[in-house]
T-cell receptor, first 110, second 112 residues
Framework: GDSVTQMEGPVTLSEEAFLTINCTYT??????LFWYVQYPGEGLQLLLKATKADDKGSNKGFEATYRKETTSFHLEKGSVQVSDSAVYFC?????????FGAGTRLTVKP | DAGVTQSPTHLIKTRGQQVTLRCSPISGHKSVSWYQQVLGQGPQFIFQYYEKEERGRGNFPDRFSARQFPNYSSELNVNALLLGDSALYLC???????????FGPGTRLTVL
């Protein structure tokens, strides 16, 4: 079945460092891909999305490109801030349910 | 506009009891999905409802059931609670089941 694999955390970075969180997927057909962020004690917030191959989703300095040839949707940010500390989830949807990765906890230190 | 709302925020039950969780979608959204998020893991799909009909079901036992009302709000019921049912239960709404989902803050269920 459809599934998402993302890099294990936790990831600890210094402020202004470059961030990459890897995400690969397995799916038949053409899923839509998402990154969600979860701050402590809160629900999930959509960070960005891409609905077809080569689409680039971007929001708040974060970017991810839908790579069908490598079945990947890696999350990147050029300069992280302390406020970016959260858990990041990669997800896909193809039919009527959404499959999530296990999440990657990011901690950014000043 | 109000986002997805869920009630209650927290709930403590004992093994064998039954629980009902409630969700109100964003105005205009006709699809509601339920997810279980165990501590340290990603959300797992339980159900999706669209226009009051079940459109998808994840790999959960029959102790889990749900319904959607004419106003598109939804309830998730869990019978015969087990310790392993302790989790954050997330509700998400979308305009239809092809569009992105917006999540509520969740209901934290603790089973003792």
């Amino acid at each position: 079945g459809d599934s998402v694999t993302q890099m294990e955390g936790p990831v600890t970075l210094s402020e202004e460092a470059f961030l990459t969180i890897n995400c690969t997927y397995t799916a038949t057909g053409y899923p839509s891909l998402f990154w969600y962020v979860q701050y402590p004690g809160e629900g999930l917030q959509l960070l960005l999305k891409a609905t077809k191959a080569d689409d680039k989703g971007s929001n708040k300095g974060f970017e991810a490109t839908y790579r069908k040839e490598t079945t990947s949707f890696h999350l990147e940010k050029g300069s992280v801030q302390v406020s970016d500390s959260a858990v990041y989830f990669c997800a896909l949807t193809r039919l009527n349910d959404m499959r999530f990765g296990a999440g990657t906890r990011l901690t950014v230190k000043p | 506009d109000a986002g997805v709302t869920q009630s209650p925020t927290h709930l403590i039950k004992t093994r064998g009891q039954q629980v009902t969780l409630r969700c109100s979608p964003i105005s205009g959204h006709k699809s509601v999905s339920w997810y279980q998020q165990v501590l340290g893991q990603g959300p797992q799909f339980i159900f999706q409802y669209y226009e009051k009909e079940e459109r998808g079901r994840g790999n959960f036992p029959d102790r889990f059931s749900a319904r959607q009302f004419p106003n598109y709000s939804s309830e998730l019921n869990v019978n015969a609670l087990l310790l392993g049912d302790s989790a954050l239960y997330l509700c998400a709404s979308s305009f239809d089941f092809y569009n992105e989902q917006f999540f509520g803050p969740g209901t934290r269920l603790t089973v003792l």
